[in-house]
């Protein structure tokens, strides 16, 4: 087999073999295939599209490009979430520890941010200490001894699409659903997962701009879960405006804490709560919807699933003084409050501009690799729909420099429309797709 | 300008500026662009296609990527012809004499064979001495001198064009149109062509296998060149058997030399005097086709072809000697008749499977930068249309030894198809196509 005769093939719209997909993905990661012919042949995957049976040859090509992670000497059935990135997006921060305390054992590796959207293992640094690249053999003693893990994406699991992706990154070849979906399910394949619900947002903050787009990914991913044997849910949630109030790294850790404290926004509060309901359900913790929401509601009031992220964070090597009192995690040294500009109806909270305006704050990254300031930020005092008075705080913004502050309030102010007629407040869930 | 961004604009379909052309060409030659850019970018213009505007664009950024010639101290219109390659094409070898005889200089730079696909470079190598690696100096110097130049691609000319040519054989990007228009053009620009003659060849045994494709590449290389500023003739010719008798390079020199002589085949002389017609109308040694005919007749009639050849090949280093008695040209130590397993009429004589089975013999070569064995190839008796008679030579295969000789006997009866009901002769050219 010769790998330019695999790319003629997808060229040409045929459909590949199993053997052409895992001939293409062996011969990429051991160096064979070199960079040139695997960006020919994704850019043809890309254009030509690809069948559910491609996606899933290429998924597990993936998946056994590296180890595999067995939790079945920890938990009958690991249980799992995946977000597709947006703004604000912290749910996993109160969602694991929640799950978790529910008695669900919870093995999370979880990535960071690129872009406009952030990622969970730079919020987690925020917290001085915490550990965010545990071994496999920590991973599971940990999951062991209390349940949870919280960590970075382990380099052993799905060697393969990490290499993929950063090829993707420079070929324009990121925004292919079928290329997503292996990319996400070979990660959650790799790591263990018997049950996973999927977060697929949709909206300016997300990386599916429509509906149809989004549509399109989650049906893929229930399709290519349930092909893999894997019991999977999707739920396609709203991100055109932030999810809650804060939007950089330590400021999201402070509203995670908030929310497991029984305070934090409404709508992220929520959003966790409908997440940790499908994956009680997945699991088989809770019988219905009714019962997996009672579960939740009263685990997060108990304080449980705070006493369980507060026990994480100490396994993980952080520094449990922050986290008992968030005025200790890392503060930007600029925090202005800035004043809605006139009176109304918030109609927009352009989440894709506040996230940039984070990254220009120096709070995200436009490449991989490079350091983020944890403690800049923005924090949103309003959400769409919402009556807003001149002169009171539209949101306020956390900055290391008087430049960098000046930018990001013009930037965030742009992002905001406030207009003469009532807004209706923006849903948090659209729709739940199952196999 | 961002190298990612210009992929992610051709993969949406979007039409790319000169800018942004120049830009990504500039940037591959000076390896500013990596290869794996470079090749999801041509894998983006093979399927989304290439207007016209961006033809001309990629192909003058081609052009500037290196030097280009200036031959208006030697003539004022430099006249060229270009071959898109097929089996037994060996017409620049008797055409270039037969124009420059004409009183017309030619100065032709020409490439090395690939795959079934002959290459003029390889044939004139078969003459011991014959120099293709002229320098533009010692190129200008003879033009002047003697008003013909016949050898290889000079690397100062259009680098880039080898370099994108060289990445398009590995990634399944070679067969696009446009980007073989570029290719060719860009070369013959470079080159200092004032006009050109394109002989484009449709059939199993060239590149172009459909009359769609082949008339699209002739309209887009008319209206390029036109754009450009040059006269532009094409010719589409049939390359479903093989032009002429002999396939291989010094078989093929030998032909070329009996053409000269007024012998040879007819099918190859024919085609030699319509194309050196086409050139001398297109830069007015010949008011019409009647005068150019003429004149190209009386010039090889007369042995003045013959003489300019053997000029040429003095002036480049070849031993004279070798072509005044083609008998001390290289020759196979196996030659073997194979007759015709049945009398009827020959229906087909399949020039790509004649031209694989010439690289098998070792006389062509499946990967650029292999050497190849001048002295070996095939020589088919017969033409299309011919009635044969069981027992009597249908072609003539020449080896280095017998397990090559075999394989190819059966690859070359294989590739011949006899028939009972009579067949008509291949024409030998279908349409002539100007601006």
New interface residues.
Partial sequence: MR???V??KK?DGHELSTEEIAFFIDGFTADEI???????W???L???GMTDGETHDLTMALVHSGETLDLSDVTPLAVDKHSTGGVGDKVSLVLAPLVAACGVPVAKMTGRGLGFSGGTVDKLESIPGYRTDLSVKDFKKQLAEIGIVLTGQSADLAPADRKLYA?R?????VESIPLIISSIMSKKLAGGAGAVVLDVKVGTGAFMKTMEDAEALAHGLVRLGTQAGREVVALISAMDQPLGWAVGNALEVREAISTLHEGGPRDLREHCLAVAAEMLMLCGKAGDANAALTLALETLSSGAAWQKFRQMVEAQGGDVSTVDDPEKLPQASIVEPVPAPRSGYLASSNAVEIGRAVVALGGGRDEKGLPIDHRVGVLVHHKVGDLVQEGTPLFTVHASDEAKLRAAREQVLAAHVIGDEPVQPLPLFYRRITA
Same sequence: chains 1, 2.
């Fill in positions: 790998a330019v005769d790319i003629a060229r070199p960079d040139y012919q695997a960006a020919a994704l850019m043809a890309y254009l030509r090829l990154d420079v070929t324009a070849t």
